[in-house]
């Protein structure tokens, strides 16, 4: 089974940085697809977009050009480097592994984080 841990989460003023990290217990980049999650008090959980074995990547409407995924096959870490934080951008994030087909991104069940969190407030 595949353990995914997340951090880098925190507080930050609308306009501000952060760099969340998913440690993976595995080589998972060679196997799996990975996406990251948020989840918004109140809200439904959305896709923030997802990273392919292969390096492609699509990222939601809302994050386009703001968000940006890379990754350490050494270390077995995603990143997701969020820039221009809004208000709205204010969520718990996760990273899962899923598959990718076709252009579409399917999380696995059983490959979630504990989630880490992020406030964008000033």
């Known amino acids: 089974q595949v353990q995914l841990v997340e951090s880098g989460g925190g507080l930050v003023q609308p306009g501000g940085s952060l760099r969340l990290s998913c440690a993976a217990s595995?080589?998972?980049?060679?196997?799996?697809?990975m996406g990251w999650y948020r989840q918004a008090l109140g809200k439904q959980r959305e896709l923030v977009g997802y990273?392919?074995?292969?390096?492609?990547?699509d990222y939601a409407e809302s994050v386009k050009g703001r968000f940006t995924f890379s990754r350490d096959s050494a270390k077995n870490t995603l990143y997701l480097e969020m820039n221009n934080l809004k208000p709205e951008d204010t969520a718990v994030y996760y990273c899962?592994?899923?598959?990718?087909?076709?252009?579409?991104?399917?999380?696995?069940?059983?490959?979630w984080g504990q989630g880490t969190q992020v406030t964008v407030s000033s």
């Open positions: 899962n592994a899923g598959i990718y087909n076709r252009g579409t991104y399917s999380p696995r069940n059983d490959a």
């Open positions: 990273i392919t074995s292969g390096g492609i990547t």
């Open positions: 595995i080589n998972i980049f060679s196997f799996y697809a």
